[in-house]
């Protein structure tokens, strides 16, 4: 009865089930591959950050006079914390 109403001789059913499949497979696969593809970048932009850190914590050992005034200046605008009764 299904083939009747639409038309469809049994060949043509089964390449249009083939062609469905493959485009319902084909967008899986392009969805796997850009969530993997997400994680991979987002490893590397956290790699670049723990390096940039690094960078900066050698830069500021190198420099300790350069940092010294900053560091000074900076306890002045620090809140007074009392230690609690």
């Known amino acids: 009865m299904f083939l009747f109403i639409f038309g469809l001789s049994p060949d043509n059913l089964i390449n ?3 062609v469905i499949v493959a485009v319902v497979t084909f967008f899986i696969t ?14 590397e932009i956290y790699m670049n950050l723990e390096l940039a850190a690094i960078d900066l914590f050698r830069f ?4 300790i006079e350069l940092i010294r005034p900053i560091v000074e200046d ?11 009764d």
């Open 30 to 43: 392009q969805r796997s591959e850009n969530i993997k593809n997400r994680k991979v970048a987002n490893r």
């Open 74 to 84: 900076g306890k002045n605008y620090l809140p007074k914390v009392r230690p609690n």
């Open 16 to 18: 249009l089930s083939t």
């Open 60 to 63: 500021e050992a190198d420099h």
